[in-house]
């Protein structure tokens, strides 16, 4: 066992007796299918959180009576690490995922997670598995945190105990064409005062079905709509949605039914930074259809960790397609998603201090 000693925590750590890194394509990833050699699991118990431990990526042993599996106890988060061209990795605002995770706590009546456990864990798991980060044009290592209830107990309360566990996974794009999306005018992803803003894995099971009937009439995401009217738009599946109609780039204001992206933000600030008129405000789909059959909308893109930009060219309302412009690289969109990419990957300087080397 080595045991790594920051000055303000312990990590105990379990290097895996061997490594599965050989077995992988790094030519053909498929996201979200391959697994780094280990994993962060720490564990909150008699109110407090107990040491870290880094071990073998492997299964978590749990009672059939796991109080997440009944009662929804249950979050997570989504981020990445880069290898730059000098070989260093950093993270991408690591310190906005922690905030957003604990504020998702705080709604699910969950313990929050100190700062340190959390970016010391990360960079330690980071830094073990340092060859499992990949280089190629448009790869990345995604990072998985997530937490749960573990009281094994059958009754409506919060649980007592949580365990939390990062594992990472080299990915390729998400995204591998523009996308086609259409309104949801029936199903809804959440209410108003519900846990929209917050990463709880419920939100996610509660989309799956409407996404599916979506995807089997030839789109590949939903442009969820609000639950009151079905008249606003919200998000875009995993993604925030951006529009950009006479050269403003406008997207829904933030709301409790929303998700308060990280590369939302990211986006809307290097769009200031460039001088782009932006605004966030109520974003209807009659104004939407308006702008698409005036030509005056120019174009639209979801914004997520996972696809960073993925632009679309098709939206959908009521048994109707809507085509958007072509694609070209002088897209806002287009010209977004290159300029965080270089940031990432230390082709440009991070004037925003976006950036956490591992």
């Known amino acids: 066992m080595l045991t790594v000693q920051p000055a303000e925590m312990t990590i105990d750590i379990h290097p895996s007796p061997t490594s599965r890194l050989h077995e992988v394509d790094f030519d053909h990833i498929e996201f979200g299918k391959v697994f780094s050699d280990h994993m962060l699991s720490v564990d909150f118990t008699n109110g407090a959180w107990q040491t870290p431990t880094i071990e073998a990526y492997g299964p978590v042993m749990l009672s059939p009576a796991t ?67 990949p280089s190629a044009e448009g790869t990345s290592l995604y990072i998985r945190p997530f937490m ?26 998400y995204y591998s064409t523009p996308l086609r999306v259409r309104f949801e005018h029936h199903y809804v992803r959440s209410p108003e005062g519900g846990t929209g803003f917050a990463k709880s894995a419920g939100n996610y099971g509660g989309a799956m079905l409407p996404t599916k009937l979506a995807q089997e009439e030839g789109y590949h995401q939903l442009l969820w709509t609000d639950a009151a009217e079905h008249r606003y738009i919200e998000e875009s599946g995993t993604m925030n949605a951006c529009f950009v109609i ?30 782009v008129t932006v605004e966030e405000r109520r974003v209807s789909c009659e104004e939407i259809l308006v702008a698409l059959e005036s030509g005056t909308l120019q174009e639209a893109f979801g914004c997520g960790t996972a696809a960073t930009i993925a632009p679309i060219v098709c939206i959908g309302d009521r048994g109707r397609d809507y085509h958007l412009p072509p694609l070209t690289p002088e897209s806002l969109g287009a010209r977004l998603g290159h300029a965080l990419d270089a940031i990432k990957l230390g082709h440009a300087p991070d004037i925003f201090g976006w950036l956490e080397t591992v």
Not at 152 to 171: E, H, L, N
Request: a neutral charge; aromatic letters at 10%.
């Open 67 to 133: 109080s997440a599996l009944h009662y929804g106890q249950a979050l997570f988060e989504g981020m990445k690490a880069y290898k730059q061209a000098d070989g260093r990795i950093v993270l991408f605002r690591p310190l906005d995922n922690l905030r957003r995770l604990n504020a998702s706590a705080e709604r699910l009546c969950m313990p929050t997670l100190p700062e340190e456990i959390f970016m010391e864990g990360l960079k330690a798991l980071v830094r073990l598995d340092h060859d499992w980060v």
């Open 148 to 173: 749960f209830a573990t009281d094994a107990f059958i009754g409506v309360r919060p649980s007592s105990d949580y365990k939390f566990i990062i594992f990472t996974s080299p990915v390729n794009a």
């Open 246 to 275: 006479d050269g403003k780039l406008i997207t829904p204001a933030l709301s409790s039914s929303i998700l308060d992206g990280i590369t939302r933000r990211s986006v809307l600030e290097l769009a200031r930074h460039w001088g």
